[in-house]
């Protein structure tokens, strides 16, 4: 702050100024979205407070928030409940219950939950086919922003499913089925060759082996994807650190494609069913398979053909950099998606999400990655690091020819794109996007594609000149938009962004967006607020100077001190209730999509307030997440 005092920007009468005339400029410091919209217009429509009204509201607010997860989580449920109990009283009608009793019916009830959720679990995982489905009217009833976490559900109750399977047939009916008098063996020996099996043949037999087998890969498998596994939460000494991080989730995963074989081995050798048409695994799981095979082969021809080539690489601080590249022939994407990226020489296997923060009518990819992990830092050093050199980084070897293009730069392999919750953005009447960090990254598309509608309407004269970054990936400037792409109906009319950034740093990763957004938006439909929550909050004395003299320079020159950039920044974490109430108030009867992009914690907050401000005014607020 006391460079501007150094390099003489300010003079000795201009900080006496400053300091007599404190409260004015802490109030020019308040964020810009402040409106002269009088409350009463929106927030007069609060209901009156009462016990009973309040519970009301309470359960509406979580119906209209939760119903599409509801329905599919109650169906999903019947449907399991039925076939545990057809298959629970097909099994007591049997000679084999008078032998094993309710152990056997629950543990073939069991069994075919099972069957059904080994089918379930691949549907979530199939991005092409959710991507496709989120383009069509299935997305106004199925909620596919929550795809993952119905994965981890269906994982959860195939756990129960074991339990109440395996730990029926180990403790409980085998057992019975061994100490059994020969009468009451007499009806079930012919399945079983007419020997009575001992333990060790149950065990060792073909249902025996595939069975246990397909417990502990699928045991190796669930524990790997924990939470603690998958993000290096828990700490193990050497060798044992290599059973954590993203890598022993991700090969571990694919022990899952053994376990498919195993259950169909295991679904085909069944002591006591004897026909084709009773033995139903295949059935279950044959159209999921298929599913889920065609779209990894897609995935792995698709990535062939979508080969890039690296236009810039640009490192940024905050341990973020830009790759920039070229877009591929026939790739089509919408603002808010993501793709995946795989460079051969780091490894042949492993693909990484990252969100696309170029606009669809760009004719550029690009995405900003930020080194957190093994595998982004290598991509980095592999991009930056002269390609003649003899060093090796991490797995990343150069020398290898194979993982070369022509220009002898490492390939780059995209796949993608892929639907996101942020690609629905047209959907609504006002935007409020909300990113924390490296989290802002899906909305720079967005606030792009806003920016080239924009320009549709308001030419830029050739003499015009629009303040830029160097490093920012804007030097490849938008281009081309289709004569559909300009004339493409957009229901959006006013976008909020909201930024929430530790490091003052962070600023310079979209300081082209925010220059061109400032000076573009000539209708002021965007609206952008900086907050750099390392500096004490806006009236706090400790804050009080910096906070003057940054209102000072942003009324005489126009710029921010912190960012550079037209967009002023606030101290501290924004006041997301006055925030909500705000919008509420100046859009009145509007639908406002609300999307996040960050850590867990402050959804919550977002979600409540979502809630609250939809069911106290006539503003309605959606509320969209994704984390990174």
Aim: hydrophobic residues 40%.
């Amino acid at each position: 702050m006391f460079k501007f005092f150094s390099r003489g920007q300010f003079q000795i009468w201009q900080l006496e100024t400053l300091l007599l005339q404190r409260d004015t400029y802490m109030n020019y410091s308040k964020p810009l979205s402040t409106t002269s919209v009088g409350w009463s217009q929106n927030l007069s429509t609060i209901r009156p407070k009462n016990l009973v009204l309040g519970v009301g509201s309470r359960l509406k607010c979580l119906l209209l928030d939760n119903w599409q997860r509801g329905w599919i989580l109650l169906f999903w449920i019947m449907v399991m409940a039925g076939l545990f109990a057809w298959k629970f009283n097909q099994y007591r009608e049997m000679a084999a219950f008078q032998v094993m009793g309710y152990c056997l019916t629950t543990a073939k009830g069991a069994a075919e939950t099972l069957k059904l959720n080994m089918a379930f679990i691949l549907l979530p995982v199939c991005r092409n086919m959710l991507t496709w489905l989120r383009s069509t009217r299935a997305r106004l009833f199925i909620p596919f922003d929550d795809n993952i976490n119905f994965h981890k559900i269906i994982a959860c109750a195939i756990v129960v499913g074991i339990l109440l399977h395996a730990g029926n047939h180990l403790t409980c009916d085998f057992p019975r089925l061994i100490h059994s008098s020969p009468e009451k063996f007499a009806p079930i020996a012919s399945d079983f060759n007419n020997i009575k099996p001992t333990y060790k043949d149950l065990l060792t037999g073909v249902e025996g082996v595939t069975g246990i087998s397909m417990v502990i890969l699928m045991a190796i498998a669930f524990t790997l994807a924990t939470r603690h596994f998958r993000r290096n939460i828990l700490k193990l000494p050497a060798p044992f650190n290599r059973l954590t991080g993203f890598n022993a989730f991700w090969y571990s995963h694919h022990l899952l494609g053994l376990v498919y074989v195993l259950l169909l081995v295991h679904g085909n050798f069944l002591y006591l069913v004897h026909r084709w048409y009773q033995k139903t695994t295949w059935m279950y799981i044959s159209v999921p398979l298929f599913l889920y095979a065609a779209e990894r082969s897609l995935r792995t021809c698709r990535s062939e053909h979508y080969s890039v080539k690296i236009l810039k690489v640009s490192v940024l601080p905050g341990d973020v950099f830009i790759l920039v590249m070229s877009k591929p022939n026939g790739f089509k994407y919408k603002s808010g998606q993501y793709i995946f990226l795989q460079c051969p020489t780091i490894s042949p296997f492993e693909w990484h999400p990252f969100s696309i923060t170029s606009a669809p009518g760009d004719n550029y990819l690009s995405v900003h990655i930020r080194t957190v992990g093994d595998w982004t830092q290598e991509l980095k050093q592999v991009f930056t690091e002269e390609v003649g050199s003899a060093c090796v980084i991490g797995r990343a070897k150069f020398g290898h020819l194979g993982n070369m293009d022509q220009r002898g730069l490492p390939k780059l392999l995209v796949d993608g794109p892929y639907g996101a919750p942020a690609q629905d953005y047209r959907n609504y009447d006002v935007l409020l996007l909300v990113g924390l960090g490296i989290g802002a990254t899906p909305f720079i598309s967005i606030l792009k594609d806003l920016l080239n509608n924009t320009r549709t309407e308001y030419p830029m004269d050739s003499n015009t000149e629009t303040s830029r970054s160097d490093d920012s990936f804007n030097s490849y400037a938008s281009s081309n938009m289709t004569s559909s792409e300009k004339t493409k109906s957009q229901k959006t009319t006013n976008a909020h962004f909201y930024w929430v950034t530790r490091e003052a740093g962070s600023f310079e990763w979209f300081k082209g967006v925010m220059n061109e957004v400032a000076d573009m938006d000539h209708k002021g439909q965007i609206e952008m607020h900086n907050y750099l929550t390392s500096v004490y909050e806006e009236g706090d004395a400790r804050s009080t100077l910096i906070t003057m003299v940054q209102a000072l320079n942003h009324a005489k020159h126009g710029v921010d001190i912190l960012s550079g950039t037209r967009v002023r920044t606030h101290f501290a974490r924004p006041n997301w209730k006055e925030v909500f109430n705000k919008i509420a108030s100046k859009y009145p009867y509007a639908t406002v999509g609300v999307f996040y992009c960050g850590m867990p914690l402050l959804a919550k907050e977002l979600r409540k307030l979502s809630h609250e401000l939809t069911h106290k005014t006539s503003t309605r607020f959606e509320f969209h997440k994704e984390y990174f």
